[in-house]
């Protein structure tokens, strides 16, 4: 099956139907009406507004912002969507700003609080400059109607195969992100090619003269993500700032996959083979490890990343004590406050630590004190211990860190 066949037949599945979409804007109608009054607005924002909404299992999302004069003014979000009386069940989501849930049967609304600025570099916060993305890529999706099918493509790519989300447990695209990643690039297919050459620097609308100004122009922390792309509406912004070098090396490893075998699989996310990481595990005469991880945070982003921290913090220590991890996963919904990790490694039951080096008289003293009875000897201009250790004894340090930590083993 050809590749248009494919894409085409995966956007028939993911795609809403005419009369799906104007329900959700009739929704979205009601809210807003019901939200606006005197000095505060509200808008229509997220994939609804931009023409890119994917069909999704339960309640559909739609965003709907709601502007304020300043800062302080968003702390009334609260009142005023309680008098406005929305359709079903209102709850607070707490992050850099709180925002609000109103969720029912068939619509969740997402009402997120922004403050009016004119011009981007005033933004406190990033939800204040998301009216501009909309009005960017909307403009953009007019001119070229196509661009709104090819947008449903990457998000769905990227979500099924865990690139998907700018949260910290995930560290993956953002749905700007790949907005102007295919505005840039003109469709999906060509996106996956381009960022296989894994260009350092994008700049869809030739904000600096070159690469060197982008390096020189934009501030330290925004450099650090493997692809930098220049923010169309403010041009010291990285709009791939959330994404990770892991993340981005899975998404360019099924994008290789995708290009040399084209499959409608590539579109469904899929439980973790668990089965694959054992077997894995068995051919490299290694140990599979699964662990169920839990925190007392926030469900979402919050818990997800405090989760995924720890998790990391765990494959981390066991490099440190020179255990050979050969592959891991993490594993977390989105929701409530559990997460699988999955991790195959090979056991090393003796490891050499190294002490100061040979020429240090005090510090060698302070070290034999410290290890007494331990098999010490010299090796390349230091001194060195041997150290039985087991995984098992490993993870069993993990506990106190944990709560330490905010997450820990269930």
Known sequence: MGVKKILNDVLSEISLSGEEVSSLKASASDAVKRISSGKVKAFVGGSLAKGTQIRKEGPQDIDIF????????????????????????????????????????NV????????????????????????????????????????????????????????????????GFSGYGLEILIIHY?????????????????????AFRGEREVMSELNASKLQSPVIVVDPTYKYRNV????????????????????????????????????????????????????????DRQAGDIAGTKMKKFFDFICNEFHRKQQEVIGKEFDYSGSGKKAKGYIVVREKKVIEVRGPA??????????????????????KGFLWRREKISLKKILGSFKKVGKEMGAGLA
């Open 186 to 206: 003109g469709g999906f297919v060509k996106m996956l090619k381009g960022l296989l050459k894994r260009p350092r620097t994008l700049d869809p609308e030739k």
């Open 240 to 295: 791939l700032a959330g994404l990770g070098s892991e993340t981005f090396e899975k998404f360019l490893k099924v994008a290789h996959g995708f290009l040399k075998s084209s499959s409608s699989n590539y579109f469904k996310k899929e439980e973790f083979d668990v089965a694959k990481m054992k077997k894995l595990a068995s051919k490299k005469k290694a140990q599979f490890i699964e662990l169920d991880l839990k925190t």
């Open 66 to 105: 709601v502007v304020f004069e300043d800062e302080k003014e968003t702390k009334k979000l609260g009142t005023i969507l309680k008098k406005a009386k929305l359709p079903g069940k209102l709850k607070v989501v707490h992050g850099s700003r709180d925002y609000y849930q109103a969720v029912s049967k």
């Open 358 to 379: 040979d020429r240090m008289i005090d510090a060698i003293k302070g070290f034999k004190k410290a290890n007494k009875g331990a098999k010490i000897f010299k090796k």
């Open 108 to 171: 969740v609304l997402e009402i997120i609080p922004v403050v009016k600025n004119v011009r981007p570099e005033d933004a406190e916060n990033v939800t204040d400059v998301s009216l501009s993305h909309v009005k960017y890529v909307g403009g953009k999706i007019r001119k070229n109607p196509t661009l709104a099918d090819e947008i449903k493509l990457a998000k769905t790519f990227c979500y099924a195969n865990r690139c998907y989300g700018a949260e910290g447990y995930i560290k």
